[in-house]
C-alpha cells in the first residue's frame, strides 16, 4: 500500500514556473515507476511524465518535453515535478501516480496501468 500527496500546485502567469511535489508512504518505493498525469476540466487524465525506479529512464509527452522535468528523491520518497514555460492550456489538476514494477522498466503512459493515486494539485496558468 502506498499513500501519496502532491502539493505545490497554485497561480501563475503564463511563461512562469512552477514545481510539484509528491510525497510516498509505505515500503518499497523503489519497486515504483513514478508518473505524473493531469486532468483539465470536462477532459481525460492524460499522461506527463513517468521516470523509473532509479532516475535513470524518463519518458514525456510531446507536449511538454523540453519544459517539464521529472524528478525522484529514493532517500525521501519523493517525485518532483519542475514546470517551466508555462501555458494556459497547461491548467489542470495534477496527480502523482504509482505503478509497481518490481525494478522492470515499462514507463507506462496509460492511467490504467497506475496503482496508486494522490488526490491531485491544482495547477492554473493564466495569460
Known amino acids: 500500500q502506498v499513500q501519496l500527496v502532491e502539493s505545490g500546485g497554485g497561480l501563475v502567469q503564463a511563461g512562469g514556473s512552477l514545481k510539484l511535489s509528491c510525497a510516498a508512504s509505505g515500503r518499497m518505493f523503489t519497486s515504483y515507476e513514478m508518473a505524473w498525469f493531469r486532468q483539465a476540466p470536462g477532459k481525460e487524465r492524460d499522461f506527463v511524465a513517468v521516470?523509473?525506479?532509479?532516475?535513470?529512464?524518463?519518458r514525456y509527452a510531446d507536449s511538454v518535453k523540453g519544459r517539464f522535468t521529472i524528478s525522484r528523491d529514493n532517500s525521501k520518497n519523493t517525485v518532483d515535478l519542475e514546470m517551466n514555460g508555462l501555458k494556459p492550456e497547461n491548467t489542470a489538476v495534477y496527480y502523482c501516480a504509482a505503478d509497481w514494477t518490481g525494478f522492470a522498466l515499462t514507463l507506462s503512459t496509460s492511467r490504467l496501468e497506475y496503482d496508486y493515486w494522490g488526490q491531485g494539485a491544482q495547477v492554473t496558468v493564466s495569460s
Open positions: 521516470i523509473n525506479w532509479n532516475g535513470g529512464s524518463r
